[in-house]
C-alpha cells in the first residue's frame, strides 16, 4: 500500500475494471480516479505546475489562475494547497455547484463569469476572463490546460505507458476529448512505440473540437465550443460522436451494477458499445475514465435534472438477478 505525505504524491495508474458483466463482452476501463484530486486532470495539473516552476515561469509568489469548469480547477487547488500558491479559478454557472465548494474548501479563490460568449457558451468568457486578470496582475500565471503541451506530455508520459505495460497487445483504446490532453498524450505514445493499437477518439455530439457544428452539450469534461490548440487529427485513427443521451443512459446502467462513474465515462464507453459491435469478441480494447459519478449527483444522477434535458431517458434502475450476476463471475 502506498504511503503519501503530500496530496499530490497518490497517483494510481493501474486500477482497471473488467466490463464484461456490464456489456457482456471484454472491455476493460482504465480508472483514472483513484487519486486525492479524484480525476485524470492532476496528472496534467502537476506536469504543467512542475513545468512552470522549473523554467522559473512560476515563482513562489505567483498566483496560479485558470479557466476550468471541473475537474482541472480542483486538481490545481489541490496542487495549490499542497505547495503554497494562491489559486484563482475562473468558472462559470454551468459548473457543477460542488466545484466551487472543493476548490474553495482547499484555500482557491473562485471567479463567477456570467457573460454567454459569441458562440453561446461561456469557454470564451471564461478565457478573456482569465486574460484579463494575468494582464491587470503580472504575478497571477495562467497555465493554460487548453494549449500547454505539458497537459498531453503527462499521458505520454504515465498512461499510455501504463496502459501498454497492463495491455501489451491492446487493439483498441477509447480516448474521450476534452482539452484532448489524454487523447494527444496517449495516441502519440502508441504511434512512437508503432504500437499496432487503434486510438479512437470519442467527441460529444455538439463539441467543435473536431469540425462538427456547435450545439447544446450538458455533461462536462467532453467537447468544446472552441477548438483547442492541442489537438491534431492526424495522430488519432478514428473519431465516433457521441450523443448525450446514450451517454447517460450508459452511466445508468453502470450505477446499476455498483459502478457510478462520471458522464464523460458514459460518453466514452456508449461510443465504445457502439463501434465494438461490429468487431470479434476477441479484440481487446480499453476505455479511459476520467472520473467518478460522485461529482454528479446533482446532474447526472439527479432524476428531475436528467427528465428536463433529456426527456424520455430514464429508466428504472435495473438490477442484475443474482443468478444473472453468478454466471457472469463463474
Ligand atoms: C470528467 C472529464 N472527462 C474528460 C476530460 C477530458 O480530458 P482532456 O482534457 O485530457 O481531453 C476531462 C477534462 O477536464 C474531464 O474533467
Known sequence: MPIVTAAEDLVVDDVYVDLRSVLGRE??????????AGSVKLKAARSMLDDAERSGVVTADSVLVESSSGNLGIALAMLAASRGYRFVCVIDPRANPGVRRMVESMGGEVVLVTQLDETGGYLGSRIRAVQELCEANPDHVWLNQYANPENWRAHYRHTAPALVRQFPSVDYVFIGAGTTGTLMGCARYLRDL?????????DTVGSVTFGGAAGPRFLPGLGTSRRP????????????MQDERAAVRMCHRLAGRGFLFGGSTGTVLAAAERYLKDLPD?????????DLGDRYLDTLYDRSWVEERFPGCLSPLRRAPRHELQKTFV
Open 194 to 202: 508503432a504500437h499496432k493499437a487503434k486510438v479512437i477518439a470519442v
Open 27 to 36: 472491455l476493460y476501463l482504465k480508472c483514472e480516479n483513484f487519486n486525492f
Open 229 to 240: 490548440e492541442l489537438v491534431d487529427e492526424a495522430v488519432v485513427d478514428e473519431v465516433v
Open 282 to 290: 476477441d479484440v481487446t480494447a480499453v476505455a479511459i475514465s476520467p
